[in-house]
Structures are given as structure tokens and as C-alpha cells.
């Protein structure tokens, strides 16, 4: 089956015909095919050849050869979740995969345990190597862009008593001094800087 009907497809399907006990034609009614959507494949066949297949009647299963990623999102962050957004998928042995969310479902899950309910978010794989291995990955998602911030290691957050947290800068012959911020995204051990007397290129003490 190549979508293009030629003498070769008349005469092909005329042998079928033949081979099942019907008349030769070359056409076929609607009770004789089955018409499988671009994009799918034949997973399961549940009828034999030559039976008719009525309305409604289960004739085969389809299924596609994409790839996909299923992931748990708490409900609190589904909303920055978009279907068409990329993603990355991490595999076990540290290949990251291209991907994009194909669908995010309508109902939350309930765990038996009491923790966070969760929602289903389907991620399709752009071009998966044929090697791939089933089980758990890393979905890799941004959900929000910060252009222009300066940040400093957490590690480098003194808590204050009073409240609040400074960063100890060394100047330029050695010293030190405690300087208030005011704290805004974290992310994978950074932390931006939304106030305070610290500049890009400053030098920042970190516990040894």
C-alpha cells in the first residue's frame, strides 16, 4: 500500500479477490477494507480474511511508533505547563532527547496516600534513537525566563537574625562585609538578586 491507485493496485486487488472466492473486479465495497488513518499502523488484526466488517464491528487495533514520556505534574505547577512546549527528556545514560508536551489531561489524580494530587502530562519524543530504553527518564521543562539577573550561589546566603538574608562580599584588599539582598528565583543552586549593594563580577565568600 503506497496512497497511489494504478493498473498494478486493480490488479492487485483483483488477485486478492480472486483468492478469497469473489469476483474479480479490481473494486471493492465498503465491507471489504478498512481504511487505516496517515500516521497509524496495524498493532492487531481481530478479524480473518475475507470477513465482511460491519458497522461498528472491531476489525483491527492501531497504534503509532512515536516514542513518548508520561509525567506526574502537581497541580500547583500544571498552569505553567503548555501543550506545544518543549521540552527536553533525559535518558538514563545522559542523552537528552527533543521533545514537546502533545497533551495535558483534564483530571487530576488522586494518590491513595494522601500526597499532592497530580496531573497527567503526555510528551512526545522528536526523533528518538532506535536504541532507546523503556523506563524512568528526566523531563527537563522551563516554565519561566528570567533575561538579565544577577545571582549568587545559595551557598552563599547568610541568614540574618533579625530576618532576612545577606551575602558576604570580599572587596578588593581582602576584607569582608555583610551586604542585605532581597532574594527572587531560585534554580539548580542559584539564586537571583533583586536588591542590594552586589554587582555582576563581585566576589562572594561560599563556605569551604
Known amino acids: ?11 492487485a486487488v483483483s488477485r486478492w479477490q480472486g483468492s478469497i472466492g469473489l469476483p474479480g473486479s479490481g473494486e471493492l465495497g465498503i465491507p471489504y477494507y478498512v481504511v487505516v488513518p496517515a500516521g ?11 470477513d ?13 511508533s512515536t516514542t ?5 505534574i502537581v497541580v500547583d505547577e500544571i498552569d505553567d505547563i503548555e501543550v506545544g512546549a518543549a521540552v527536553e527528556v533525559v535518558l538514563a545514560d545522559g542523552r537528552i532527547l ?3 508536551v502533545r497533551s495535558i489531561s483534564d ?7 494522601g500526597s499532592v494530587p497530580t496531573v497527567v502530562v503526555d510528551i512526545a ?9 523503556v523506563g524512568p527518564v528526566t523531563v527537563q521543562l522551563e516554565t519561566s525566563r528570567i533575561s538579565d539577573a544577577t545571582v549568587v550561589p545559595t551557598r552563599a546566603l547568610v541568614s540574618l537574625g533579625e530576618g532576612g538574608f545577606a551575602v558576604e562580599v570580599r572587596t578588593a584588599d581582602g576584607a569582608t562585609r555583610l551586604v542585605g539582598v532581597e532574594l527572587g528565583a531560585f534554580d539548580d543552586g542559584l539564586v537571583e538578586v533583586l536588591t542590594g549593594d552586589i554587582a555582576p563580577g563581585d566576589t562572594v565568600v561560599v563556605p569551604a
Open 40 to 50: 497509524f499502523e496495524v498493532v492487531a488484526v481481530m478479524s480473518t480474511a475475507g
Open 107 to 113: 483530571v487530576a489524580d488522586q494518590p491513595t496516600d
Open 52 to 64: 465482511p466488517i460491519g458497522f461498528g464491528a472491531l476489525a483491527m487495533s492501531l497504534g503509532t
Open 125 to 133: 519524543v522528536d526523533d528518538a534513537p532506535d536504541d532507546i530504553i
Open 1 to 11: 500500500v503506497d496512497d497511489e491507485v494504478d493498473s498494478a493496485t486493480v490488479a
Open 68 to 72: 513518548s514520556v508520561s509525567a506526574d
Open 98 to 100: 527533543a521533545a514537546s
